[in-house]
């Protein structure tokens, strides 16, 4: 299976610090965001990776030329013309990512999730798999609800979660908005979709994750 690092993001919460670095090589404990996903993913054994740029792109390529761990094989898919959002960014990575499911990791997350459990992982006959975190406080009302391992909307009620930024996904998802290449838009439409279908899975994670979204929350992560 090949992963996708979505490193294309612009970083607006996070300014004045992404006016001169992408989000991606922002700092947490002495190691780039992006590194930090490269060495999980080379642990977990997967070596074919594709991570999509855009904003400062010329900064992370030259990041990956010199600092890609040994073993890894990175592939850019370059945005740096338009910036395509995360389903738009998705559907363009297509061409490098074949037409098998792929992991997806947001390059602006900071977890000790192992991705090595996605290594042989099945979607069966569903379009997308993802992981969900409880709610932290800046999302305290979640993305979706759980049921059964199956992936629900939002309930009025607090029994939500909150998406990760990661999740295996079919690349047959993108089905629908082939003639949409080179446009920007959201995944979560898709994934709204999937769920109608009931075809989408979950998962949740309680162990260490951080969206890596505010200088405040950039600070007390590399306070701890």
Wanted: charged share 20%.
């Amino acid at each position: 299976m090949r992963a996708f690092i979505l490193a294309a993001g612009r970083g607006q919460r996070l300014k004045p610090i992404t006016d001169i670095t992408p989000k991606p090589l922002v700092k947490v404990h002495g190691k780039p965001l992006l590194l930090h996903h490269l060495i999980a993913l080379k642990k977990a054994g997967f070596s074919d990776i594709v991570v999509n740029v855009s904003w400062l792109g010329d900064q992370i390529i030259d990041f990956l030329n010199t600092e890609t761990p040994k073993g890894l094989q990175v592939s850019i898919s370059d945005e740096r013309d338009t910036a395509l959002e995360t389903g738009g960014g998705m559907l363009k990575a297509l061409s490098l990512l074949g037409d098998k499911p792929f992991l997806s990791i947001n390059a602006d997350i900071y977890t000790d999730f192992d991705y090595g459990q996605f290594a042989g992982f099945s979607l069966n006959n569903d379009l997308l798999h993802v992981v969900l975190v409880p709610n932290p406080e800046h999302n305290n009302q979640g993305d979706f609800s759980l049921d059964n391992n199956r992936l629900k909307p939002a309930r009025s009620t607090r029994d939500n979660f909150t998406y990760s930024g990661i999740g295996v996904y079919r690349p047959k998802l993108f089905n629908s908005v082939r003639n949409r290449m080179n446009k920007a838009f959201r995944l979560a439409p898709l994934i709204h979709q999937a769920i109608d279908r009931h075809q989408a899975g979950a998962q949740i994670y309680r162990g260490h994750w951080t969206d890596v979204g505010t200088a405040e929350r950039l600070a007390e992560l590399n306070q701890r």
